[in-house]
């Protein structure tokens, strides 16, 4: 273990160990290994007595055998293979470097990566704001699917809204304008009717996705039945894709 400095580190220093101190074979040395990989404390107490057993007939001191198991023991609980431990400390060093320089990026795949997980999502956004990073609402004409970088803050992306597809984000993005949307009736034309439900709109409005027409979010909620009904009566007869009682309560 000259290179690690006497410490354990990776889990074919465990095999070396067994098979100069207990003088396993390599096989034998692998099924130790296996257990270690695996955490099957079970089998980590039974090989317990064959390798101090082993230790001791290779003329090592029972003692200094038991604590050197205890040590494999231990290793147990943070171990890998060597070619594991070089490929995670590199992406550990990428993105320690990430996190210094560019925080908001980092973070915003973090938030982006925890979707669904609730109280993860609130240890980041704590943490996040002690590094003074802005959380911007999501907007239903900025925001993209995941979380993304806006002037040094973070937009929360659409897909973070419950009930929000990906299928559903394709046809909102496919639609958007340069001009862009300015009222619920506006964004009800350009997705169309078989897409502007209930189901999908009332999510969006209650996560302030909508706060950009400049409306009471309940005035928009009481709206969206209207905006269906239009949508509707603007389809050219004979292409309806969908009934107006849809939108009747």
């Known amino acids: 273990m000259k290179e690690t400095e006497g410490i354990i580190v990776y889990q074919e220093q465990i095999m070396q160990i067994a098979v100069r ?3 396993f074979s390599m096989a034998e040395a692998d099924l130790l290994r296996r257990a270690v990989s695996k955490k099957k404390r079970e089998i980590l107490r039974q090989e317990r007595e064959h390798f101090v057993k082993s230790a001791v007939n290779n003329n090592f001191p029972e003692k200094s055998a038991s604590e050197i198991y205890d040590l494999i023991v231990k290793f147990a609980d943070y171990g890998f293979p060597k070619s594991h431990a070089v490929a995670y400390s590199l992406i550990s060093y990428q993105l320690a470097f990430i996190k210094a320089n560019e925080p908001a990026y980092f973070y915003a795949a973090l938030l982006s990566l925890a979707t669904g997980n609730q109280d993860k999502i609130m240890e980041y956004i704590h943490e996040i704001r002690s590094k003074g990073i802005t959380i911007l609402p999501p907007s239903i004409q900025k925001s993209k699917f995941s979380h993304i970088v806006e002037n040094g803050s973070i937009r929360v ?15 909102v993005k496919s639609a958007r304008t340069k001009v862009g949307w ?5 964004f009800s ?3 169309g009717g078989t897409n502007f439900t209930e189901k999908a709109i009332i999510p969006l409005i209650k996560a302030g996705a909508l706060d950009e027409f400049r409306e009471n979010r ?4 009481a709206s969206i039945e209207a905006a269906g009904i239009m949508q509707c009566l603007s389809v050219p007869k004979g292409k309806m894709t969908y009934s107006m009682t849809s939108f009747i309560p």
Do not use: H
């Open 21 to 23: 101190i207990a003088g």
């Open 157 to 171: 992306g659409l897909g973070a809204i419950k009930g929000v597809t990906p299928s559903f984000y394709n046809v």
């Open 182 to 186: 300015k009222s619920l009736f506006d």
């Open 189 to 191: 034309a350009a997705i």
């Open 218 to 221: 309940s005035v928009l909620l």
